[in-house]
């Protein structure tokens, strides 16, 4: 058989250009600018090129907006499979991340029960099925099971160094080396949540966001981070929610992929006093949020990851030492950041990198950026459109946000494969949100493998 002929993406297998479906035409960040630019997209959807001008066809124009990659959010916590009242579905989630411009979550595995088998992989899988409005990628809790057989299945593992209900169990010092041998065989990514429970101190009982912080402080990060130091080579090591410049530093220095959270980066230990401001990590003293918000700014941060924790209101009213840790965010994550390149506080291509273009590579696929050959799942931004944040116009199921009254900027249109999702920032799709698993190019797993 003649070896397959490598197409340019927008030729067809004869060499001829490739009619557009359809052209998308506004403005784009190309070359570290936002200039004018037309989109062709093909018949599926995919991005065939980029130019200042396109033959002619069918034609959205989009004027003075700015057409940006949709993101792929690292950490999210869709609650299912979990108890009817949990504040989230697959459904109602990923509602909430198409209208937030996510156009790909990666769900963790700390639902009820926990991710620990193939089955419950795959039926998982089946709650995504013609339900969810974005593609979804499952994590696998990591644990004394076989990583081998999940591996077959699951889009990434995670592990939890201090207990996260209702995952209890938690490696030890003589464990945790096993585990991580046997995840960098699979090839997969592997998240941390990097917290050292033997740092928590007794803070009895904790009864504000400022004890909470003296309870879980950033050393039982630092500890974490020091028995992750010496990883096998080719792991693909992904630590969440950092919360502290040190730590930032420290995973640039060891060459591992890291996140930071949007409260982190935004909220402080003082920015409320009840149970909405529980999360785990905790916040951090003003300070600190500072000095993370400087390293973020300054591109040192490789992923922005919401963590979107949907608890609901009623389990947030509980006191504070029983409330749950967590908050929702993946319809806020990139609004937020969005009103901040507004603002001048941050470049669009520091935000676009953290948010759309390395998560999306470090879970190899082929989406992030406007580039021939990625599937067309992209936002249409409108600057001029700012907006006061509140939870009755948001549609996440848990009804709440911490950054009430906060401004931003929500897309005004969200496309996924050429075909629109959110319209004049409603959601007009449909539930074709596909299981993504990663798709490293042969030859990408050579040790050691660096942050992106
Ligand atoms: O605040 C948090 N909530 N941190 C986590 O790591 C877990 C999450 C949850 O599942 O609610
Ligand atoms: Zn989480």
Redesign the pocket.
């Known amino acids: 058989m003649a070896p397959p002929v490598r197409r340019q993406p927008d030729r067809d297998r004869f060499g001829a250009r490739e009619a557009p479906a359809q052209i998308v035409a506004g403005r784009a960040l190309v070359a570290g600018r936002l200039q004018p630019v037309e989109i062709a997209l093909g018949s599926e959807g995919e991005i065939l090129s980029l130019r200042r001008t396109q033959p002619p066809g069918p034609r959205h124009d989009v004027g003075e907006s700015v057409i940006v990659p949709a993101a792929t959010d690292l950490h999210v916590?869709l609650r299912e499979p979990g108890r009817p009242d949990a504040g989230e579905s697959m459904a109602t989630g990923t509602v909430s991340a198409a209208l937030g411009g996510v156009g790909l979550v990666a769900e963790?595995p700390?639902t009820e029960p926990p991710v620990t088998s193939v089955e419950r992989l795959e039926e998982k899988e089946a709650r995504v099925r013609g339900r969810a409005a974005v593609d979804v990628l499952l994590y696998a809790l990591a644990g004394r099971g076989s990583a081998r057989a999940l591996a077959l299945r699951a889009g990434g593992f995670k592990i939890?160094l201090s207990p996260?209900?209702p995952v209890d169990e938690v490696p030890s010092a003589e464990e945790l080396p096993r585990w991580l041998e046997e995840l960098a065989r699979t090839d997969l990514p592997v998240a941390v949540?990097a917290e050292e429970p033997s740092h928590f101190r007794g803070v009895a009982p904790p009864k504000d966001p400022i004890d909470w912080g003296r309870a879980r402080p950033p050393s039982a990060e630092a500890a974490a981070i020091e028995r992750l130091a010496r990883r096998p080579d080719r792991l693909r090591l992904h630590v969440?929610?950092v919360t502290t410049r040190a730590a930032v530093s420290r995973l640039r220095a060891l060459g591992a992929s890291f996140e930071v959270t949007p409260h982190h980066l935004l909220l402080s230990d003082r920015s409320g006093p009840d149970a909405r401001f529980?999360?785990?990590?905790p916040l951090r003293p003003e300070a600190e949020r500072a000095a993370l918000w400087t390293a973020f700014a300054a591109g040192e941060v490789p992923a922005l990851a919401s963590?979107h924790?949907p608890?609901t209101l009623s389990a947030k009213s509980a006191e504070f030492a029983r409330a749950?840790?967590?908050?929702p965010g993946v319809e806020t994550m990139l609004p937020l950041l969005l009103e901040r390149v507004r603002r001048g506080d941050l470049s669009l291509g520091t935000l676009l990198s953290a948010a759309c273009d390395r998560p999306a590579r470090w879970l190899g696929q082929p989406v992030g950026r406007l580039a021939p050959g990625h599937r067309g799942n992209f936002l249409v931004i409108d600057f001029r459109r700012r907006e006061t944040l509140s939870a009755d116009r948001l549609s996440s199921a848990c009804g709440w946000t911490a950054f009430e009254g906060w401004d931003a900027i929500r897309p005004v249109e969200h496309w996924r494969d050429g075909v629109r999702i959110v319209a004049d920032g409603e959601y007009v799709g449909r539930p074709e949100g596909r299981v993504v698993r990663p798709e490293f190019a042969p030859g990408a797993v050579s040790p050691p493998i660096r942050p992106l």
């Open positions: 916590h963790m700390n939890y996260s209900a949540h969440a929610h529980k999360v785990n990590p963590d924790a608890h749950p840790s967590g908050m």
